[in-house]
């Protein structure tokens, strides 16, 4: 699902297509596990906050506070001026849906159903295409893929949650928990918590990640690695 969306398409239609059943898949259907809800029943009387590349809306959909989040690479909820003119973001929900619906897809329990005998579209009406309310450029997801990334109000507010988060708790006992970074972006958790761990002697980094747990030695003392599933990891712990 995730290298469809570098297909290069015919034209706007057929883009917006793809990406609506992308969105409404990814950003507005429920979560099929339970991992993130496991997760929040761990964390929700602590003190935490969530750094997350993921921009599928996962974490609050499961009960996580707004203002202890912070979404560094966007949310598939969001449209932006692909140019862009302006620094704002646009809430997506309601076009999807109308783009999806306009496919031939009916929507049962929140979930895309194909009716019998009904050919799918591959392409939404012109009149569905988004275009900046400004400029009339296209418009494009929110999702940081190059410098025409949109850190918007919501972005900034959110990064000084992270900043003030990390401030409070300097010097002192802290976890950080990090679960299933690869090697495409280490340089916005892994790397800082391998950094912030360095940094303070009472802190405990905390690896999840089948068949990529390990740390650098200068921290080894410090860490625990955990090779296996998120979910099962977190079941266990949960109960």
């Not at 950003?27 to 809800?37: A, F, G, Q, S, T």
């Not at 809430?91 to 999806?100: A, G, H, K, P, Q």
């Not at 928990?177 to 916005?188: M, R």
């Amino acid at each position: 699902m995730y290298s469809g969306g570098f297909y290069p398409f015919e034209n706007l239609a057929e883009h917006w297509a793809y990406w609506s059943r992308y969105i409404f898949i990814n950003r507005y259907m429920d979560i099929p596990k339970p991992v993130y809800e496991t997760l929040f029943n761990l964390v929700k009387d602590k003190d935490y906050f969530v750094l997350t590349t993921n921009v599928d809306h996962c974490f609050q959909k499961s009960g996580f506070a707004k203002d202890r989040l912070f979404y560094t690479q966007g949310d598939y909820g969001l449209f932006q001026c692909s140019e862009p003119c302006h620094d704002k973001t646009y809430d997506n929900e309601e076009v999807i849906r109308e783009m999806v619906k306009a496919q031939g897809f009916v929507m049962k329990d929140n979930e895309l159903c194909t009716p019998e005998g009904i050919k799918l579209k591959m392409e939404i009406p012109p009149d569905l295409i988004p275009y900046c309310p400004h400029c009339h450029k296209p418009m494009s997801m929110n999702l940081r893929a190059d410098e025409t990334f949109v850190e918007d109000e919501g972005w900034h507010r959110a990064a000084n949650w992270y900043v003030q988060f990390l401030q409070r708790y300097e010097g002192k006992h802290i976890l950080f928990l990090e679960l299933g970074v690869g090697g495409n972006t280490p340089g916005i958790i892994k790397y800082p918590f391998w950094r912030m761990t360095m940094q303070n002697k009472k802190a405990v980094y905390v690896c999840i990640n089948k068949g990529e747990a390990f740390v650098p030695k200068d921290i080894a003392t410090q860490s625990i690695c955990l090779d296996g599933d998120i979910g099962e990891v977190l079941e266990e712990l949960h109960f």
